[in-house]
């Protein structure tokens, strides 16, 4: 087998190791917040400055030219997005059951349709917006508003998904004029100090114990898992490795059950089948168009 027939297997493996890390550190924060009692943001903040310790060396390889930036105003809008999606996950972690909160945060790829298609015109067409439909109707089935045991608090991934949207439109605005190691180094020194100062301002508890090596290990699998996923990029098209990413629902599932006993409802099922088969409709498109622009 040659070189090149190894490289989509890698990058297919890549995916599905960086779905099984973000779990795991989607595990220890729901841990460290639900059961130990660590404030989200102080969790928040332990995860990304330990991820920045870990990482920085790396991602400084450049020397102070990666500082180098004509954008600095979309650098700042990306590490507010990013902080507040942050924010809200975390919360979410610290309230709602992981299988739920993966499952919502999944909606996140219908927010980018429809911010595309507000803040830069993009032409969106009728299959995504069926598609983005579909997802937030799928959201809406595992959310069940409807029912007594409906909590304001399951809105908290879905908010992170929103600015995680927002997120990605300004980093796909970037990646045209910088690279990609000024915008990962922008993203991390932005996201400590506003962590920081929103743990401190909800008492800044600084963990210890159990909940401090959870925390630890949070820190280093963040780094590793975004290590996976940018290899898994590299190495093959995104089309071809985004339907592993799906996997990270599993996954999800498998840390919650296992580590909590927490198990999906049976509104889960249908829910979060609607929001995959949707994300699947959304990139089969996009493989569709690209497939027409390069033979145009």
């Known amino acids: 087998m040659s070189n090149n027939s190894k490289k989509p297997i890698f990058a297919a493996l890549a995916m599905i190791g960086a779905g099984a890390s973000f779990a795991i550190v989607n595990g220890a924060l729901q841990a460290s917040t639900m059961q130990l009692g660590v404030p989200s943001t102080s ?82 067409g009728l299959i995504r917006w069926l598609a983005t439909l579909a997802g937030f109707s799928g959201g809406m089935v595992i959310l069940e508003p409807w029912t007594e045991g409906f909590s304001l608090a399951a809105l908290l991934p879905v908010g992170a998904a929103a600015f995680w949207a927002g997120t990605s439109l300004v980093t796909k605005k970037l990646t045209a004029t910088e690279d990609a190691d000024s915008i990962t180094i922008y993203l991390l020194l932005l996201l400590t100090p506003v962590n920081a100062l929103l743990a401190l301002g909800e008492g800044g508890i600084v963990p210890t114990g159990p909940a401090l090596w959870l925390l630890v290990g949070a820190g280093a699998l963040t780094v590793l898992a975004n290590y996976l996923l940018t290899l898994a990029y590299q190495k093959a098209d995104a089309a071809f490795v985004q339907p592993f990413d799906h996997l990270k629902l599993p996954l999800n599932i498998a840390v919650g059950f296992f580590a909590f006993g927490f198990a999906p409802s049976g509104a889960f099922w249908p829910g979060a089948l609607v929001i995959v088969g949707a994300s699947l409709l959304v990139m089969l498109d996009e493989q569709k168009r690209d497939t027409q622009v390069s033979t145009a």
Do not use: D, N
């Open 43 to 124: 969790a928040a903040f332990w995860q990304y400055a330990l991820g920045l310790l870990v990482g920085l060396p790396f991602v400084l390889r450049r020397g102070f030219s990666a500082l180098k930036t004509h954008q600095i105003g979309w650098h700042l809008a990306r590490g507010v997005l990013a902080v507040i999606g942050i924010q809200l996950w975390v919360a979410g972690l610290a309230r709602v059951e992981i299988w739920q909160a993966i499952a919502l945060v999944m909606t996140s790829p219908f927010f980018v349709i429809i911010g595309a298609k507000l803040f830069f015109r993009e032409r969106v």
